[in-house]
Structures are given as C-alpha cells and as structure tokens.
C-alpha cells in the first residue's frame, strides 16, 4: 500500500456515515477517536476515511481546516503499516475531541496508538 490519499479513499456518502455513526464501534486514543464499521465497497479500496472537527471548541475553520489537515497527512503516513495484513473493507471516521490546538508530533503519536488499539479489537 502506497503513502497516498486519493478521491477513492475518502468518506463521502452520507448514507454510510450515518450508518457509520448508528452501527459501528469505536476506539479512543484523547484526543482522537475512532469510528469504524466493516463494510464492502465497489471500487478496490481497503478504507474510505473521513476527519471530522467539532465547531464548538474550534469556532474559526481556520483552525478546524488545519487540524483536520494535520488527522489526514498523519493517516497518510501511517495507514501503510497497519493495513497491510488487512483484507476486509472498513469504513473510518476520525474525531478530534480535544479543546486544544494540537502540533504534528502529537496528532501522530496518538493516531499510532488509535490504529494499535484498532488493530488489537478486530483480533
């Protein structure tokens, strides 16, 4: 699997985040969380995720837009190791549930320990 994040892997259908919200599990890692539903899709694609930023703690979308900016490029770095072994579809959405403006290293760090603790409650 490549370091990309193509149209093809994001979430964009409304029925399946619904369903998403409605039927899927859900793994935490403060400030991130994760929610996840096994599912198929048409295209090859192993996830479609989706990042999410609450506009209550983050009034301005310049500071959502650049802390969801930051959840995608860590996905991007970091989804190669974890789905490699992985053969069945998920859907995936990740939230930021912080109140703070978070730096890289520590958007990283945790979606590494998020995508552990995925990884552990599927096995």
Do not use: C
């Not at 860590?74 to 995936?92: D, H, V």
């Amino acid at each position: 699997m490549n370091f990309t994040y193509n149209k093809k892997e994001k979430l964009k259908s409304k029925k399946l985040i619904d369903q998403l919200f409605t039927e899927g599990q859900s793994v935490s890692a403060f400030p991130l969380r994760l929610v996840f539903l096994e599912t198929t899709f048409d295209d090859n694609v192993i996830a479609k995720t989706g990042v999410s930023v609450s506009k209550r703690y983050f009034k301005t979308a310049v500071d959502r837009n650049r802390i969801k900016r930051l959840l995608r490029e860590s996905y991007r770095l970091n989804k190669a190791g974890f789905f490699n072994n992985i053969t069945t579809q998920y859907a995936f959405m990740i939230l930021y549930i912080g109140k703070e403006k978070p730096t890289f290293t520590l958007v990283e760090n945790k979606m590494k320990i998020l995508f552990d603790k995925f990884s552990s409650k599927i096995s």
